[in-house]
């Protein structure tokens, strides 16, 4: 089932007004077909055409005692249907082309006007067997199909032939062909020949959306509770510039209570909403909470010093997964093969030591003692209450079938702090990176990260649906030691506004 490739030749070939031209729902298709070989014809015939489809193609392998077997399920449906809105006949007569060399080409313009929606239910509900359940859009009553949206066209294609490989896609096509008068020895009467094809795929872009707002990002809030353990968090042995011997060494391995210990809160604020090719950079705040309660397991002389240890992010590293979802006509293969989430797009951002954009704003003495209560917890804002430590937040399912994600990790609930109350003030490495997602790439401050595949908004057709999930990794360093903190999560990408 492949897609649809350009085919043009001297015989037949398409050309559009504005060539490589995007459309959207509503907009009208011009152009026309041409011919420059040769041809002398008493009755000549050209039409042309505009089909949409949206194809799925699923293969898997299946076991038994006598080995392996390979199978292939297809499903489609039409989406513009066959009525007379989308076939025309654009020439009928005689034609005279002289032989190559001459110079002339004949021209036969066309156009189409697209719908916004579905223009026939017939095609829908045939694609779908008439059952709700291999289509991801209700069809039924059918007259609710007409209000369908036309899809964008897209192509996704997951795992291999052997492998459990699921192709989905959408496409617009225009087709021309040429027929001439034919007179077999075998019939008095003449008949139509078709002589020639001419193929020419077109894009439908998804329709703009307006900028997002900044509520609109749907930040998802992440917290995790950590702490480190190192002789170096006393200003005075960092200063000293000497190597830990052997015995502080081994102390600090085995997280001996004589070492002492920093404990803190990483907050993160990423998005759950993404536009693509936005001028706004992509939100990515970022916050590390001292917790310096005598119950949060931070040592008495670290509670005691001046400023609280200073965090720094020295790495952060992104990853967009695609998880496409299909329907076909067999319930049993919708219920193994059909669901498939790979690696989309990997990232990753070090700063050099020194590099400023790097440490994350330092909650001071001086705050810490504006007032506060010393058995007051941190108000997060809408932070749920997470796991205990050392549990890693769940991805549930929402009510549409997206993978949810935003609370994890420990929650600040356990022991109390010194800090103040009120949200804590996070750096927006997003917004000082200049990240920036479009379809082909990421963009950032200095450059750009080119995708492998085309970056699509998250979509539901009849048979595709298309999610994603963003998986965040970072490192931080607190007096030359590192911990890891990680999350993944729904996010939504939407169109463009232009």
């Known amino acids: 089932m492949p897609l649809a490739v350009v085919e043009a030749t001297p015989d037949l070939a398409i050309e559009l007004d504005v060539p490589n031209r995007e459309y959207s729902p509503g907009e009208t298709i011009t152009g026309r077909v041409l011919r420059s070989s040769h041809v002398v014809t008493s009755e000549a015939l050209v039409t042309i055409k505009l089909y949409g489809r949206t194809k799925v193609r699923v293969d898997y392998t299946t076991n038994s005692g006598n080995g392996s077997q390979h199978h292939t399920i297809r499903t489609r449906f039409d989406l513009l249907g066959s009525g007379p809105a989308f076939y025309n006949t654009i020439f009928k007569g005689p034609i005279h082309i002289p032989p190559d060399g001459s110079g ?37 009553p059918p ?21 459990n490989g699921i192709e989905g896609y959408v496409e617009y096509v225009l087709q021309a062909e040429f027929f001439e008068q034919h007179t077999s020895r075998f019939s008095s009467s003449p008949s139509a020949k078709k002589t020639a094809t001419a193929v020419l795929p077109v894009t439908l872009r998804p329709p703009p959306i307006p900028p997002l707002l900044p509520h609109e990002w749907y930040p998802n809030r992440f917290v995790k509770r950590e702490g480190v353990r190192t002789q170096l968090l006393l200003p005075a042995f960092a200063a000293s510039g000497e190597e830990l011997s052997f015995k502080q060494k081994t102390l600090k391995l085995f997280h001996s209570s004589k070492v002492p210990k920093y404990s803190f809160d990483v907050l993160v604020f990423s998005p759950g909403a993404i536009q693509l090719g936005s001028v706004d950079p992509v939100p990515f705040k970022v916050a590390a909470v001292p917790k310096l309660g005598a119950a949060d397991e931070t040592s008495e002389e670290v509670r005691n010093l001046e400023r609280t240890p200073m965090v720094s992010v020295v790495n952060l590293k992104l990853t967009v997964k695609a998880r496409t979802e299909v329907k076909v006509g067999s319930s049993w293969v919708s219920d193994r093969f059909t669901d498939r989430t790979d690696k989309f797009f990997e990232w990753s951002w070090t700063w050099k030591e020194g590099e400023e954009g790097m440490a994350l704003p330092v909650w001071d ?11 007051a917890d941190i108000d997060f804002g809408d932070e749920k209450k997470g796991k205990k430590k050392g549990e890693k937040g769940d991805l549930k399912k929402g009510k549409d079938g997206l993978m949810g994600g935003g609370g994890g990790g420990t929650s600040s609930a356990s022991g109390s702090s010194g800090g103040p109350t009120g949200e804590p003030p996070a750096r927006d490495i997003g917004a000082e990176l200049g990240l920036r997602f479009n379809p082909t790439e990421l963009a950032y401050t200095g450059g750009s990260a080119k995708m492998n595949q085309i970056l699509y908004p998250d979509f539901t057709t009849y ?4 999610t994603h999930i963003l998986k965040w990794e970072m490192v931080l360093a607190v007096a030359k030691e590192t911990v890891k903190v990680s999350n993944a999560h729904a996010v939504r990408f939407v169109a463009p506004w232009t």
Not at 366 to 372: D, L, R, T, Y
């Open 104 to 140: 002339r080409t004949e021209s036969w313009p066309f156009q189409f006007s697209l719908p916004h929606t579905i223009p026939d239910p017939a095609g829908i509900r045939e694609g779908a067997h008439g059952k709700q359940k291999h289509c991801f859009l209700p069809i039924d």
């Open 143 to 163: 007259e609710q199909i007409t209000s369908h949206p036309l899809p964008f066209t897209m192509y996704s294609k997951v795992g291999t032939f052997w492998q």
């Open 365 to 375: 003495r001086g705050m810490a003692s504006a007032g506060a209560d010393e058995d």
């Open 463 to 466: 048979n595709i649906r298309r």
